[in-house]
């Protein structure tokens, strides 16, 4: 059974380019939930999305915004990028709205801005 | 952005030692789940844990939620090389539109 998938691993982008990026959930599964991890702030929740439709949102500027298609796959874009966008963002799936029963992540984009 | 206190920070043991590792949060959760990472991937969930009290294992793993509901641990018997990593808890009130609350982060360090 394939994993998360995430691309692509490793991205550079110049502040105030654009990025997305994308993740493939494990099959069957309709959540897809985003987290940044940082030294400074550790693993912080984006968004959540559940059939199409995001769900929950956390505490990230408008810049951040997300999409989920009918197959269940996800995108992200982060606009106007800055220097401190610099992360591993992690996309997590699970079978079920919420993440009570534990997300499967996948392997992290990681974005540097210079 | 909001983080569990997680503590030691890091820890460097010998082989076939014991670790324990604690979670501590201001307000209650529902759920307390832990995760390991290794380097260049995402984390990977270990043990999850749904009522107050429950103590549950997972191989030479063991974590419990706390009766306060703040807090969590979670012990390793025996560590062997590959438990090296970075640990972490974390929290959910569950419900359909949650997220998990992350703590800081336990690295281990098991030298052969």
């Known amino acids: 059974k394939a994993g998360v998938t995430q691309t692509p691993r490793y991205l550079i982008k110049t502040r105030g380019q654009q990025v997305t990026l994308s993740c493939s959930p494990i099959s069957g599964h309709r959540s897809v939930s985003w987290y940044q991890q940082t030294p400074g702030q550790g693993l912080q929740f984006l968004f959540e999305?559940?059939?199409?439709?995001?769900?929950n949102k956390g505490n990230f500027p408008g810049r951040f915004s997300g999409r989920q298609f009918s197959n269940s796959r996800s995108e992200m874009n982060v606009s106007t990028l800055e220097l401190g966008d610099s992360a591993l963002y992690l996309c997590?799936?699970?079978?079920?709205?919420?993440?009570?029963?534990?997300?499967?992540f996948g392997s992290g984009t990681r974005l540097t801005v210079v | 952005g909001q983080q569990l206190n997680q503590s030691p920070q890091s820890m460097f043991i010998q082989e076939g030692e014991d670790v324990s590792m604690n979670c501590t949060s201001s307000?209650?959760?529902?759920?307390w789940l832990w995760y390991k990472q290794e380097p260049g991937e995402g984390p990977v969930l270990l043990i999850a844990?749904?009522?107050?009290?429950e103590l549950t294992s997972n191989g030479r793993l063991t974590a419990q939620f706390g009766i306060t509901r703040k807090d969590s641990f979670l012990n390793i018997s025996a560590s062997i090389p590959s438990d090296v990593g970075i640990y972490f808890c974390?929290?959910?009130?569950?419900?359909?539109?949650?997220?998990?609350?992350f703590g800081t982060g336990t690295l281990l360090a098991v030298q052969p």
């Open positions: 307000s209650i959760f529902n759920t």
């Open positions: 997590a799936s699970s079978l079920l709205q919420g993440a009570g029963n534990g997300y499967t």
């Open positions: 974390a929290g959910s009130n569950g419900g359909a539109t949650n997220k998990l609350i």
């Open positions: 999305y559940f059939s199409e439709t995001q769900r």
């Open positions: 844990l749904y009522k107050a009290g």
